[in-house]
């Protein structure tokens, strides 16, 4: 089992910038490929960025790209999500989610999700 705990959500000012983090438990979490998604308020949960394990290749969705940013530091078993310039419609509740097997992405392990609210 592998557990993913999400922090660092808040309610911040359009403009203003947040920082989540996401913890996830396991030795072999360099490997994990890790994503961050977002759900609002009677929407469908959406991709937001991830990050390949060992080669730490990024990708996002268009809306957020040149405005967020994803890392991960492997010896603290951490992935970040640096959000800067962020809109009110960025407003939702985060998941962090880890991949935890090779072969075809898919997120086996969720977290609990974190609150952001943008206030306009």
């Known amino acids: 089992q592998v557990q993913v705990v999400e922090s660092g959500g808040g309610l911040v000012q359009a403009g203003g910038s947040l920082r989540l983090s996401c913890v996830a438990s396991g030795r072999t979490f360099s490997r994990y490929r890790m994503g961050w998604f977002r759900q609002a308020p009677g929407q469908e949960r959406e991709f937001v960025a991830a990050?390949?394990?060992?080669?730490?290749?990024?990708n996002y969705r268009d809306s957020v790209k040149g405005r967020f940013s994803i890392s991960r530091d492997n010896a603290k078993n951490t992935v970040y999500l640096q959000m800067n310039g962020l809109k009110p419609e960025d407003t939702a509740v985060y998941y962090c989610?880890?991949?935890?097997?090779?072969?075809?992405?898919?997120?086996?392990?969720w977290g609990q999700g974190t609150q952001v609210t943008v206030s306009s």
């Open positions: 990050i390949s394990g060992t080669d730490t290749i990024t």
């Open positions: 989610a880890a991949s935890t097997v090779p072969g075809p992405v898919k997120y086996d392990y």
